[in-house]
């Protein structure tokens, strides 16, 4: 390196070689979450969780006259994590917006697809009934 600094006047000037240590102590704090939770316990839970939330939006389905969600998603239990992408067939984007008014973190994408993945390490089957049940209350609109 030759003697003087000699800043770079771009936005590369402002890259770091090293990340920050308290980047460092958050990542170590979420890698003994799930340590002490345990891979399996959350596997087990994750693939309970998905056949509950898809038994609750099959259920929107089953209950109404017409088909309300076209399902994108394959349901397989061997291929599947948390996400299910469901085409909304009514009132989507309503639903959407609902959904997020009432806490619930979902996804949009166009031209009709709600994304929604409830995360076994913090979410509950409780939160799962809940959101099948918003749907249900704007769909009985």
């Not at 170590?28 to 959350?42: M, R, S």
């Not at 998603?73 to 009514?90: A, D, H, K």
């Not at 949009?108 to 099948?132: K, Q, S």
């Amino acid at each position: 390196m030759e003697k003087g600094f000699k800043p770079i006047p771009t936005a590369e000037g402002w890259q770091l070689s090293t990340p920050s240590i308290l980047l460092y102590a958050s990542h170590k704090a979420a890698l003994q979450i799930f340590e002490e939770a345990g891979w399996d316990n959350l596997r087990a839970k994750q693939k309970k969780m998905n056949n509950y939330l898809w038994f609750v939006l099959g259920e929107l389905n089953r209950s109404s006259d017409k088909e309300v969600i076209e399902f994108i998603t394959p349901n397989n239990n061997g291929e599947i994590s948390c996400q299910v992408s469901m085409l909304m067939l009514r009132r989507g984007r309503e639903i959407f917006e609902e959904l997020g008014r009432q806490g619930v973190m979902v996804d949009w994408r166009e031209p009709n697809v709600i994304r929604i993945a409830p995360v076994p390490l913090y979410n509950t089957f409780e939160e799962v009934w809940r959101c099948g049940n918003i749907i249900r209350s704007i769909l009985n609109q």
